[in-house]
């Protein structure tokens, strides 16, 4: 780092250098600052060597003779082959994931930037980790997804702009706001400032003042939720945070990360980025776009289609929910799939024994929490916190779940024995997980039983069925000119279409996609076609 002037920070350097023009200016005129401040001055005074210093490291030079030459300095991977099996040789299989970034700063600019796993893929066949069916589906989806990256998807940087100075000025009202609340000016973002702020100069918090194991206060958003209701300034606080980090992860990086070339954004997909066997996006991150909101929804309205053109996302519906019921045999859950009613309209008639017309939306969301809440291990205390259920009524509600639908209780009781007994679980298709039940320490063992439970169901759902539906659509639509794959969100597929080819391929997307596994139940597509991620229409 530069070290600059030790006690001057970067605003009053600047107010100096506006003031003086240069570095050498101000030291001209050093003596004029004695009587106006005598501690800058004598800052300035002791320092004068390493002020020097700092200007010095921080000139660039362009006038230093190298000798160039553009071609010999291009950097190719052709030989990555004998690069991976050398690293693997030698165990270094962290550099072999570093390979992808080396990758990515081809000549074109938007190279060919799925993680590099050929090898991996082999080895785990040969450990038994996947099946034949697993390793062959893997190798096929390889080319799809380096297909999907090169193609990438485009972003209305305009939009993002707009929205950055809509956030901005809310940013801006929230701080003033926070100031007022606690009668003084400090660093929001300080979590030491701002716990001294609440928990101190206010007094806030009470008894639940809750400490981090080094003794601060604790301020993360999980204890700000649960004082929220105790003092404006909570909620502000929340609000804050929720809209820095819309700020700073996606409205102001994302423009950074578009191409020169194209326009558009290439993400790079890490094909066995989860044990599940779902995929993983990074550089940047597009499978965690925000969904939600009124800024979540203008995010998406900036991935949009070129003129002439639609987006078009196919996405499973429930379609986890629907793997549990299949691989589980729950008579209840599958008789509920097959006539095409609501599943959490059906658990809510249940759990709350009335009859489905007159299940309430707060019924269903509450049957929805229960849905997925149970069948990935949680507890009467979290069900009880995020419903605002007592304990003991929270307590009550899972045990009326797991006796109305006693097939899936019996198959989540099945599994945790069966990879006690085995020492690992596995997908329809037979995509292994090792897990260890046995720990001794009772949190590891809890998590390890929620993992076990959440592998067969997530990896049969948007590990193995997803990634088929990918493989069978490039076979049919791949080679066509009026549809580009550009996307794949879990259990989301999103497709750039030629405006009058949209009525042609989505009965083909849906088709393809509902067909490409039987199950027990009826898996469904739904299709939604618009001008943009964010303005999506059922067609």
Known sequence: NIPGVPGIGEKTAITLLKEYGSLESLYQNLNKLKSQSPKLFEKLSVNKDQAFLSKKLAIIKRDVPINFDIIAASFDLAEDE??????????????????????????????????????????????????????????????????????????????????????????????????????????????????????????????????????????????????????????????????????????????????????????????????????????????????????????????????????????????????????????????????????????????????????????????????????????????????????????????EYEADFSGLSKFIKDIKNKARAQGYVETLWGRKRYIDLNSPNPGFRAAAEREAVNMPIQGTATGDIVKAAMVELDKKIGSKKDIKMILQVHDELVFEVAAEAVKKYAPIIKEVMENVVKLAVPIVAEVETGPSWGDLNKL
Request: charged share 30%; hydrophobic share 40%.
């Open 82 to 399: 004998k690069i991976k099996k050398l690293f693997f040789r030698f165990g270094f299989k962290s550099l072999i994931n570093r390979l992808n970034d080396l990758k990515g700063g081809g000549k074109k600019s938007v190279p060919e930037q799925t993680q590099l796993i050929g090898d991996e893929l082999e080895e785990y066949y040969k450990k038994g980790i996947f099946s034949e069916k697993i390793y062959i589906l893997e190798k096929e989806v390889r080319p799809v997804l380096r297909k999907v990256e090169r193609t990438g998807i485009l972003l209305d940087v305009n939009i993002l702009k707009t929205l950055a100075a809509k956030i901005a000025a809310e940013l801006t009202q929230i701080k003033q706001e926070v100031f007022r609340q606690a009668g003084q000016e400090f660093n929001i973002n300080s979590t030491q400032e701002l716990g001294r702020i609440i928990f101190e100069k206010l007094n806030l918090g009470g008894k639940r003042i809750k400490k981090t194991k080094t003794g601060a206060y604790a301020t993360d958003a999980e204890e700000l939720e649960k004082l929220k209701d105790t003092h404006p300034i909570f909620p502000l606080l929340l609000r804050w945070r929720e809209l820095s980090k819309l700020q700073s992860t996606y409205v102001e990086a994302l423009p950074r990360l578009v191409s020169p070339r194209d326009g558009r954004l290439h993400t790079t997909f890490k094909q066995l980025g989860a044990v599940t066997g779902r995929l993983a996006s990074e550089n940047p991150n597009l499978q965690n776009i925000p969904t939600k909101g009124e800024y979540g929804l203008e995010i998406r309205r900036a991935f949009t289609a070129p003129a002439g053109w639609l987006i078009l996302a196919a996405d499973y519906s429930q379609i986890e929910l629907r793997v549990a019921a299949a691989l589980s045999g729950d008579e209840k859950m599958i008789e509920t799939f097959k006539r095409g009613e609501d599943i959490h309209t059906r658990t809510a008639a249940e759990i709350f024994n009335v009859p489905a017309d007159k299940v309430t939306k707060e019924m269903r969301r509450e049957a929805k929490t229960l849905n997925f809440g149970v069948l990935y291990g949680m507890g009467a205390r979290a069900f009880a916190q995020s419903s605002g259920f007592s304990l003991s009524q929270a307590q009550e509600f899972i045990r």
